[in-house]
């Protein structure tokens, strides 16, 4: 703009112009000031127009580009409040790269101003180095999708249902109904078991029974605990096997599918009624014994 103005400047100097008195506004005096001016105005008014055609143009290549992330991120089943905050900043960024066009178009200089933005940036970027690290996580989280809300995980910091995932933070419910929130730049960084990906999963416990035992009998009770749940899917494979002899006892290995909604339950359950059934048939469970030989001096 400093240019349009100087370009009329130097067709009619000033001094010329103030030397002109009101008797004298002739019409070739008047002639000459707007000689002088309209080039500038020309200018002017062509800026003017191309800013308000890149401001047209870039709105809609802005709602094109937006649109295009929108169903991506539908593709990719990405959550809402992932959606919600990718959307807000591709619009701002897209925006204050669309002002710098228009203000380069109009002779602005946009250096010095690009200069202090990127100091400010720097500045909040360092003093938010660990909450910035914390919405990375959870951006990947929340894009990559390692567990998903309602889901089961186990990690370094805790176990229990996901039942919140947000950009700085992870919420999860633990056995005994506490929460449990994890920095999302922690736990993208460690190792995290989901136990609630597959709909399925395989229940596997250890029964150990006495050497004089019925091996046999107990085999067959497993089995039929197995087959008596409500819990354990019956289109899947039932096994009961030996899986060790231990000092004091024959361990029984024993495996079935459960859904994983029904997991514990299910595990609590056949537990319980291993114990009771044992019991009934007298198939003897052994502890841990200590024997002491006192040698009489």
Not at 17 to 35: A, R
Not at 92 to 117: C, D
Not at 218 to 246: G, Q
Not at 272 to 288: A, C, M, S, T
Request: include cysteine; proline fraction near 2%.
């Amino acid at each position: 703009m400093e240019d349009i103005f100087t370009t009329a400047a130097e067709s009619l100097p000033i001094e010329q112009i103030e030397q002109i008195e009101p008797s004298d506004l002739t019409v070739s005096n008047f002639k000459k000031i707007l000689d002088a001016i309209l080039p500038g105005v020309r200018s002017l008014a062509f800026n003017i127009v191309i800013c308000i055609l890149i401001y047209v143009i870039g709105s809609k290549v802005i709602a094109l580009i937006k649109r295009m992330l929108t169903r991506a991120l539908n593709r990719m089943q990405a959550e809402s409040g992932l959606s919600h905050f990718l959307e807000s900043a591709i619009d701002i960024v897209l925006h204050i790269f669309l002002i710098f066009m228009i203000l380069g178009q109009l002779g602005v200089n946009t250096a010095s101003i690009v200069t202090v933005l990127g100091t400010l940036m720097l500045a909040v970027g360092m003093s938010l180095q660990g909450s910035l690290s914390n919405v990375a996580g959870g951006i990947l989280i929340l894009l990559m999708h390692p567990f998903r809300v309602g889901h089961y995980i186990i990690c370094d910091y805790g176990e229990g249902t996901v039942s919140a995932i947000g950009l700085v933070y992870t919420t999860l419910t633990t056995k005994d109904n506490r929460v449990l929130t994890i920095p999302n730049g922690q736990i993208s960084n460690c190792a995290v078991t989901d136990c609630g990906e597959n709909p399925v999963r395989r229940l596997d416990l250890i029964a150990g029974i006495s050497y004089d035992s019925d091996l046999l009998s107990a085999k067959k009770i497993l089995r039929e605990i197995c087959e008596a749940s409500t819990y354990v899917l019956k289109d899947r494979e039932i096994s009961v096997f030996v899986d060790s002899l231990s000092e004091s006892s024959v361990d029984l290995g024993l495996f079935c599918y459960v859904e994983s909604a029904s997991f514990l339950a299910a595990k609590w359950e056949i537990t319980e009624q291993i114990k009771l059934r044992f019991d009934e048939e007298g198939i003897n469970i052994p502890f841990k014994t200590l024997e002491l030989h006192m040698q009489k001096e």
